[in-house]
T-cell receptor
Framework: EAGVAQSPRYKIIEKRQSVAFWCNPI?????LYWYQQILGQGPKLLIQ????????DSQLPKDRFSAERLKGVDSTLKIQPAKLEDSAVYLC?????????????FGNGTRLTVT | QKEVEQDPGPLSVPEGAIVSLNCTYS??????FMWYRQYSRKGPELLMY????GNKEDGRFTAQVDKSSKYISLFIRDSQPSDSATYLC???????????FGQGTELSVKP
């Protein structure tokens, strides 16, 4: 079974620039998550999709972050404009469905550095 | 107060030691409890998964949940250098599969 694919692996941008991350979940997984992991901290949920609908985006800074999952498969997370505090690893995860009993499988993340 | 708290370490032990990793949580509504292992520059990988209270064993790993004291533990027997990683505990409301993570404990197993 292929895992969660993310690209790019690394990205360095200057503050106020824009950036986009891409995620392809495990085949057949209906639920997709974007997490932000700041150095030395645990991952924090940014947004959760069930198929192509948003389930939870309560912790997404909507003035600068946006995400979409148009066809219910792969997803894009965008930041515009970036701030220094956005430097983090952005992790995509997927699960079979939305229930708590359905474990999350993570990709290796995109490491973003904002200078 | 954070919903899931974890001592960040770092924790250093000799090869073969028994390792005990612990978390506490504040919300009694949590029902699912996980341990993830994260190697440097990799994503978290699911290690252990338990529902409600009790123990679960998988090889050298044992996960323990005590809901009465809101305490989550992971024990690693006969620790190996390959166990060196950050261990993240996580809990789930079962209200949409949203995981709340602890800060992570960095473990180093010395040969």
């Amino acid at each position: 079974e292929a895992g969660v694919a993310q690209s790019p692996r690394y990205k360095i941008i200057e503050k106020r620039q824009s950036v986009a991350f891409w995620c392809n979940p495990i085949s057949g997984h209906a639920t997709l998550y974007w997490y932000q992991q700041i150095l030395g901290q645990g991952p924090k949920l940014l947004i959760q999709f069930q198929n192509n609908g948003v389930v939870d985006d309560s912790q997404l800074p909507k003035d600068r972050f946006s995400a979409e999952r148009l066809k219910g498969v792969d997803s894009t997370l965008k930041i515009q404009p970036a701030k220094l505090e956005d430097s983090a690893v952005y992790l995509c995860a997927s699960s079979l469905d939305i229930r708590g009993s359905s474990p999350l499988h993570f990709g290796n993340g995109t490491r973003l550095t904002v200078t | 107060q954070k919903e899931v708290e974890q001592d960040p370490g770092p924790l250093s032990v000799p090869e073969g030691a028994i390792v005990s990793l612990n978390c506490t949580y504040s919300n009694s509504a949590f029902q699912y409890f996980m341990w993830y292992r994260q190697y440097s520059r990799k994503g978290p990988e699911l290690l252990m998964y338990t529902y409600s209270s009790g123990n679960k064993e998988d090889g050298r790993f044992t996960a323990q949940v005590d809901k009465s004291s809101k305490y989550i533990s992971l024990f690693i027997r006969d620790s190996q250098p390959s166990d060196s990683a950050t261990y993240l505990c996580a809990s789930d409301y079962n209200q949409g599969g949203k995981l709340i993570f602890g800060q992570g404990t960095e473990l180093s197993v010395k040969p």
